[in-house]
């Protein structure tokens, strides 16, 4: 069973950056099939960040040229580093698999765009 941890986020002005990290314990772990997920105050959770099982990025449009997806499977280590943040990218980030599964979601990190 993983398990999965979200960190780094935080409180940042628009324009800036933050570094989401996604630390992953227990048995088979992959980066590949994994994705970011964010869900903002009175929204549906969504997909803005995946690696597909093909090792290939892909991202929602409304991210796409700010964030980036990455990971380590050595280190059971998944990122996203976020620049050009706006305030719309404000919510709570999650990892888990693509499509998700129901017992991996952990209790995320909030993300704050604010001046």
């Known amino acids: 069973q993983v398990q999965l941890v979200e960190s780094g986020g935080g409180l940042v002005q628009p324009g800036g950056s933050l570094r989401l990290s996604c630390a992953a314990s227990?048995?088979?772990?992959?980066?590949?099939?994994m994705g970011w997920y964010r869900q903002a105050p009175g929204k549906q959770r969504e997909l803005v960040a995946t690696?597909?099982?093909?090792?290939?990025?892909n991202y929602a449009d409304s991210v796409t040229g700010r964030f980036t997806i990455s990971g380590d499977n050595a280190k059971n280590m998944l990122y996203l580093q976020m620049n050009s943040l706006k305030p719309e990218d404000t919510a709570v980030y999650y990892c888990?698999?693509?499509?998700?599964?129901?017992?991996?979601w952990g209790q995320g990190t909030q993300v704050t765009v604010s001046s």
């Open positions: 888990n698999k693509d499509p998700p599964w129901k017992n991996y």
């Open positions: 227990g048995s088979g772990f992959s980066i590949y099939g």
């Open positions: 690696i597909t099982t093909r090792k290939t990025a």
